[in-house]
C-alpha cells in the first residue's frame, strides 16, 4: 500500500503555508527551458496561461478542492494535484509530452497527503496498522467531506484488504458524494461488495475459463489443493516481475498440493501464449478476453493486476491479493 500512497504523492513538497480565501492564484515555474502555453484542466474546465520567461500564473474559483492537472496542449500530465481556493506556488518541468509537478507550497490538500505519507512510512509494518490507519482516515475524512483527495486514497485503500467491510463502509458514509469524482465513487462501491462477499475464511465461488487450447476449465476441479487463483496479464509489468517468484513457489511446492490457476485479462491471444511461454509458466492459464468486462473478472471485485485470491483444500479463502514472500511463508505453514 505504500507503493499506492507514494504514486498518488508524486510531487516533492516543500514548508505548506495555506490562507484561507475564496479563490485561488497559481504562480507557476516552469524548471526548464520552454516556451509556449500551459494548461490547467480541472472537472470540466479547461484554463490557458502563456509561459514568459519561465513563468505563469493562472486565477480563478472552485467549490471544493478538485484534482486538477497542469499539462501541455493535449499531452499527458504525469502528476495531480488537488486545487483548492489558496495562493500557491508551483514548480514544473515540461518535457515534451510530459509535465511532471516539481513542488507545490500553500496548498492544504498537499498537506494532508505528505502527513499521510508520513504516517505510512512509520506505521505501516505495525500490527496495529489496520486500526491506525483507519482512526487516521477517520479524522481526515470528518475535516474534508469534500475534498476529491478523501474520494481518491479511498479508493486506492479499499482495494486492499487492509480495511475491513464496516471500516470502508463508515469511511465512504463521511464523504460528501455530490462532489466527489464518479470514477472513484464506483472503484469504491465495487471494493465494499468484494469486501463484504469476500472474506477471509468464507466459501470462494469456483468459475470456469477456457486455457490455452480452448478447453473450459473450473477451479473447482483443484478443490484438494492449496490454490492461488491469480489474475495478470502480459502487459502488466509487475505481473511479469512477479512470475519468477512465482514459478519457484510452484516448482518448490507443486508436489505437496500446491496449484496456480493463471487467469490473464489479455485481450491479445497470441500475447498472452507469448508470454506464458517465455516466463514458463507450466501452472494451469485461463484467459477473461473480454478483460475488465469479463463476468468473472467483474463478480470477483478484480480492479487492478496482479490480484489473487488463495484458496484451501475445502474451498475457503485463505488470503486476498497475497504477495510472493508473504504466499512463501504461508505454505510453509501449511506444508511444514
Known sequence: ??????????????????????????KGTVANDYEGYIFLSYGAIRDSALVKNKNFSFEGRVDYPIESRLHIKDRPSSSSFFLENSSMEITVTINNPITHINSITGNKTAGIEADLMEFFEEFESDTEFALKLYNKLDTIFIEN??????????????????????????LFSKLDLTVQDKEYVESIGVSLAK???????????????????????????FKDKILLVEFWASWCGPCIQSNPELRKLYDNYSHDGFEIFGVSLDSD????????????????NTIAQEGWRNDVVKALGIQYVPSNYLIDRNGNILAINIKPEELKIKLDEIFK
Not at 1 to 26: A, E, G, N, P, W
Open 195 to 221: 469486501l463484504k462477499n469476500f472474506k477471509i475464511g468464507t466459501k470462494f465461488k469456483s468459475f470456469e475459463l477456457p486455457d490455452t487450447n480452448g478447453n473450459l476449465i473450473n477451479t473447482s476441479y
Open 145 to 170: 467531506p469534500r475534498n476529491q483527495f478523501c474520494g481518491m486514497i479511498l479508493s486506492d485503500i479499499a482495494m486492499d484488504p487492509i480495511l475491513n467491510y464496516e471500516q470502508v463502509s463508515n
Open 1 to 26: 500500500m505504500k507503493t499506492i500512497i507514494l504514486i498518488v504523492i508524486t510531487f516533492v513538497l516543500s514548508s505548506i503555508h495555506c490562507k484561507s480565501q475564496d479563490f485561488f492564484q497559481i
Open 269 to 284: 491471444k497470441k500475447a498472452w501464449i507469448k508470454a506464458i511461454e517465455k516466463d514458463g509458466l507450466s501452472w494451469v
